[in-house]
């Protein structure tokens, strides 16, 4: 039986090729929310992808999934896009120019919204070290079991644990931080943009009109 | 969106973590981006294709160490690869992982330390060594086996899985530019090309012929190629273990390359150790502070020849059980060859 690595690691490009199809998605989801920048996310993915052909011959058959070797790799080039980019400069700059305006003015206006929030969940996870922030991302965003993530990042599952759990803590207290700053902030800080309830309505107020009489019990 | 049902068995707290930080956007690569990028990077790789894969002789830091079985549990495995072989030859399947052997832990001392070192040195420097002329490619055949998995985090489940024992044979030019890896079932049919522009020059022959033969200055030039944050005597000890290992030691350097070894911190003697053939000897190690895996290198203990390593598990690691054998090797040729893929026949060198 193959095991599912010895392709790829033998350097059968269509085994490659398997392997960004699968997994392009989920790094550029990945680094779209760590970095906020979408044109950056796309270079990411291209060096994460020219890293991994370069290493393949690390790749080890621990496991059926390349994820998190793969997402190991993606982390090393979030931690220094720059060094990377120098690794592959040649490659880098026959790089496809960056994602244009899209085409739906619909999508650009998501967009904007999305930027804000990317804008703000990056302000909260400067909060965090950076070994926190990656096993964050890495488990609660992206979705990775702390093993995967334990291998994604060369660290024991109990260090991932931990981290997590540190992470857990900053961000409690970051939250009651807001809490009171809110409190404390007597003007009203947002016009309430939601649609009001539908009038006539009230919670509660449905009742059953009809109830078929075999079903009562006497 | 498809959620992973893995997230079902994960603790509780997961939820209250991403409900203190949700994901901000849940931002999708357009299918067109998506395609665009592939071709880019799939150009790529084919004009890189010259530029060799990174060494797989070079194991990521969680490396396996080199431990030798018990004679019975090695003599077990070895009838098993050999029924198991034929098969699977020459083709890319990879054998089944078997349970890592697990052996009783034998305390190191110092107390023989110098006089072991002082006699494996002594006998090195004794043997001949062929030296690779122009052109030449040093040859290293062992049998190998290396850990593929420990712990599994998802399911609780705490096995080490080892590779069943099997041939590798390597070639090396002597500036470590060119070369050649074949390790059937492991790597492509027919082996992969080690050839690289930048080879680490200090595991090429060329680096050690150039050496100084002083002990001291062998160890200081040995310690100024390690950096990082990783304990710095046992990458040096790793290191001289990889030359002592896949690499020919010129006899006339082969003593202070020993005596070296002697001076790290924390390097020790063990009484008995076998290699991955279950030849018994006596071992230098040195315990990993930081993986908790000792390392031993084996040498017969009447010629005081290399015979090969293992790993053993002293300290609970990730899962690893101590005692658990979690890598050894046997060198079964070195010599000198005219090429790439050629073995050594009758009347050729060897060391």
Not at chain 1, 17 to 44: I, K, N, P, Q
Not at chain 2, 199 to 221: E, T
Request: charged residues 25%; positive net charge; glycine residues 6%.
């Amino acid at each position: 039986m193959n095991h599912p690595h010895s392709r790829l690691r033998a350097g059968n490009p269509e085994a490659f090729r398997d392997l960004f199809r699968d997994h392009a998605s989920l790094v550029y989801r990945h680094a779209v929310r760590v970095t906020g920048d979408w044109a950056l996310a796309e270079d990411v993915v291209s060096l994460t992808f020219l890293e991994a052909w370069r290493l393949r011959g690390k790749l080890r058959d621990e496991g059926d999934s390349p994820r998190p070797w793969l997402m190991g790799i993606a982390v090393n080039v979030l931690r220094n896009t720059t060094r990377a980019a120098r690794r592959h400069a040649a490659a880098m700059a026959r790089t496809p120019a960056a994602d244009p305006v899209p085409d739906f003015a619909d999508e650009l206006v998501g967009r904007m919204a999305d930027s804000e929030r990317l804008a703000a969940a990056r302000k909260a996870l400067g909060r965090l070290r950076r070994s926190e922030r990656e096993v964050f991302t890495l488990c609660v965003w992206t979705g990775l079991g702390y093993a995967e993530a334990a291998a994604a990042l060369g660290v024991p599952v109990g260090t991932v644990r931990s981290r997590l759990s540190r992470a857990r803590t900053r961000l409690r207290k970051l939250a009651a931080e807001e809490l009171r700053a809110a409190k404390k902030n007597t003007e009203p800080l947002k016009k309430n943009t939601e649609p009001l309830p539908i009038p006539g309505q009230v919670p509660g107020s449905r009742s059953t009109a009809a109830r078929p009489h075999k079903e009562t019990h006497r | 969106m498809i959620r992973n049902s893995r997230r079902r068995t994960e603790p509780l707290d997961h939820a209250e973590l991403a409900r203190l930080l949700p994901a901000p956007v849940e931002p999708r690569l357009a299918a067109d981006r998506q395609d665009l990028l592939e071709e880019y990077v799939m150009s790529e790789i084919h004009q890189s294709d010259h530029v060799p894969a990174a060494s797989p002789v070079r194991r990521p830091l969680r490396r396996a160490v080199l431990f030798a079985a018990p004679v019975a549990a090695a003599a077990a495995l070895a009838v098993v690869v050999s029924m198991g072989s034929p098969a699977g030859t020459g083709t890319d399947a990879f054998p089944r992982p078997v349970k890592a052997p697990v052996v009783q832990i034998e305390e190191g001392s110092t107390v023989q330390l110098a006089s072991t070192v002082h006699e494996i040195a002594a006998a090195a420097t004794a043997r001949s060594t062929p030296r690779p002329g122009p052109g030449q490619y040093i040859y290293i055949k062992s049998r190998v086996s290396f850990m593929t998995t420990s712990h599994n985090a998802d399911t609780g489940e705490s096995a080490t899985w080892v590779q069943p024992l099997h041939d590798r044979e390597v070639w090396k030019s002597s500036d470590g530019t060119k070369g050649w890896l074949d390790e059937p079932g492991y790597q492509a049919k027919g082996g992969i090309t080690l050839d690289t522009d930048e080879p680490r020059k200090q595991l090429s022959y060329q680096w050690l012929a150039a050496q100084p033969a002083d002990p001291d200055a062998l160890l200081k030039s040995v310690y100024s190629t390690v950096s990082g944050s990783r304990d710095h005597d046992q990458q040096a000890f790793n290191e001289i273990g990889s030359i002592i290992r896949e690499q020919l030691v010129p006899s006339d350097l082969a003593a202070s390359l020993y005596e070296a070894v002697g001076r790290i911190p924390g390097v020790v003697v063990v009484e008995h150790a076998q290699d991955a053939s279950g030849r018994d000897g006596i071992a230098l190690a040195r315990l990993d502070p930081q993986t908790g895996e000792r390392s031993e290198w084996v040498f017969d203990r009447e010629t005081h020849q290399y015979l090969g390593s293992r790993g053993v598990q002293v300290r609970e690691f990730d899962g690893i059980k101590p005692g658990t054998v979690v890598e050894r090797t046997a060198i079964l040729t070195r010599a000198v060859v005219d090429a790439k893929n050629q073995r050594p026949g009758a009347g050729q060198a060897t060391a």
